[in-house]
């Protein structure tokens, strides 16, 4: 799964760089904490079949809640916070997009390993 969890890293890395974000570290430089968050989502998308992306994003705000992070107005790792912990339909278009995007290139890896 560490292959497709890299695979969709890179993709939002791209989308992050578009909108001019601040850039986002490789696969091999992001911390064990973003690492697990991205295998987690690959795990997630693969255990529901008919995962969208509300349910993806749901996930993901659990696992940061669980981890301690709350909503903030800009994301500090140090303080715990992110701005994304809100609803999927109250996201930026562009923050919505990246979910969108994780979710169908996740899809598109486990099918193409599935179709092997």
Request: charged fraction near 30%; proline fraction near 6%.
């Amino acid at each position: 799964m560490e292959d497709i969890a890299k695979a969709a890293h890179e993709v939002i890395r791209l989308i992050a760089e578009m909108h001019n974000e601040p850039p986002l570290p490789s696969w091999e430089d992001a911390t064990e904490e973003v690492r697990r968050a991205t295998l987690d989502g690959v795990e997630y998308i693969k255990s529901r079949p008919d995962c969208n992306k509300s349910m993806l994003h749901d996930n993901w705000c659990a696992r940061k809640i669980e981890d301690g992070w709350t909503f903030g107005e800009t994301k500090d790792a140090a303080a715990k916070t992110h701005p994304c912990l809100v609803p999927f339909d109250e996201l930026p278009s562009f923050q919505q997009e990246k979910d969108i995007v994780f979710l169908l290139t996740v899809k598109a890896a486990l099918a193409e390993k599935n179709s092997r």
